[in-house]
């Protein structure tokens, strides 16, 4: 008894576990696709950073927090978040290279390449990152946080 | 294709007024969800499959959310009150609502000819001059590069707002009496700060 009760406070059951141990690369993977391919093919860096937070949201369900959080922890992604802001401002920044802000001051390259379109890829990149970091970092805050502090507060009523 | 798009706008309003009739937290989030994919089915056939892409991902987002949300919350129904004065409002707000709607629809272009001639330089120069064979994102990141910033700006701030307000613990305090650890809370941390709670309480939905 002390063993399912165990079992059960990291997560959801061995079906659900097995099923997210084997569709979890493939997720990432998709996301990591969408994301870098974004200025070839449909999507972009908000569509595949969104993927990725499922990515890790979908652990975070099935295996509970504590895995979920060794994969990146709260402080992780706010750090995440804020250096992919970083990075796509300190782009736009570069632009004064070329002569204004944003402007595309890399090679432009050959159409349906996937190294191509100058600074377009490396700002997708950079909102991956934070969309995921930010995202993922949301749900941390809304699912768990959330429940602590509804139970604080309950308590503080009570008192 | 009009007729699928108007059978798709029809469920969409159908599962709306359900989310916003029916009595279960939990029914109404799901309606909503019905809202959410059923418009990225029409995005997509309305040929923007960037936009349905997002649109599904964030929903589903969304939905896990909201359920996980509304889950742990108790799940009572508010009691209707029959108050005319609101009703009578809303009538008047929605007839005006209708006449303005059929003043500002009736001027604008047909469906499918945009009103911004701009749009037009976009799709004819935009592979050349970008080199981005994605014109969506031509536009996103290149021409349109100070939107993406301040969409970005937005996410950034709104984030940090929730961290602030979620959060409502502050900093660890230098006397160990005050240590309080910041964010998430162990279970042992959990006994020692605030008493028993119940064990299943973790960050997992535990299987229900």
């Not at chain 1, 860096?45 to 509970?64: K, N, S």
């Not at chain 2, 987002?61 to 949300?69: D, E, G, Q, W």
């Not at chain 2, 007839?95 to 047909?110: I, P, R």
Request: glycine letters at 10%; charged letters at 20%.
């Amino acid at each position: 008894m002390d063993q399912l009760a165990a079992d059960k406070s990291k997560g959801m059951t061995v079906i659900v576990k097995t099923v997210v141990r084997f569709v979890i690369g493939i997720i990432v993977m998709f996301g990591a696709y969408i994301v870098a391919y974004g200025h070839i093919t449909p999507g972009g860096g908000f569509a595949g950073g969104v993927i990725l937070a499922c990515g890790y949201i979908i652990l975070t369900l099935a295996f509970g927090r504590e895995l979920a959080l060794s994969k990146l922890s709260d402080t992780g992604a706010s750090i995440l978040d804020n250096t992919g802001a970083l990075v796509f401002a300190s782009i736009a920044l570069l632009g004064y290279i070329g002569g204004a802000f944003f402007m595309n001051f890399i090679d432009h390259g050959t159409l349906f390449h996937l190294f191509s379109a100058g600074i377009i890829p490396l700002c997708n990149v950079a909102i991956g990152i934070k969309v995921t970091a930010s995202l993922f970092a949301i749900f941390i805050a809304l699912s768990i946080f959330g429940r602590f502090i509804s139970k604080i507060v309950e308590e503080e009523e009570e008192e | 294709m009009d007729l699928y798009l108007l059978i798709l706008l029809i469920f969409m309003i159908i599962g709306s007024i359900i989310a916003i009739e029916t009595k279960k937290l939990l029914s109404s989030v799901i309606s909503v969800g019905v809202v959410g994919f059923s418009l990225s089915i029409a995005f997509l056939m309305l040929k923007a499959p960037d936009i349905a892409i997002t649109q599904i991902v964030v929903e589903i987002l969304i939905l896990v959310v909201l359920i996980r949300a509304t889950i742990s919350t108790d799940n009572t129904a508010i009691e209707k009150h029959w108050d005319t004065f609101s009703f009578v409002s809303s009538l008047i707000f929605f007839g005006l609502f209708l006449v303005f709607a059929f003043l500002a629809v009736h001027d604008l272009n047909h469906f499918g000819h945009p009103l911004l001639t701009v749009s037009k330089r976009y799709l004819a120069e935009g592979p050349k001059e970008t080199h981005a064979a994605n014109i969506v994102t031509s536009i996103l990141l290149d021409y349109r590069g100070y939107d993406t910033l301040g969409e970005a700006t937005v996410l950034f701030t709104s984030i940090v707002g929730a961290f602030v307000i979620l959060r409502r613990r502050g900093r660890k305090k230098k006397s160990d009496q005050d240590m309080e650890k910041v964010g998430i809370l162990q279970d042992e941390d959990i006994k020692k700060n605030f008493g028993e709670i119940e064990g299943d309480d973790d960050g997992s939905t535990g299987g229900r």
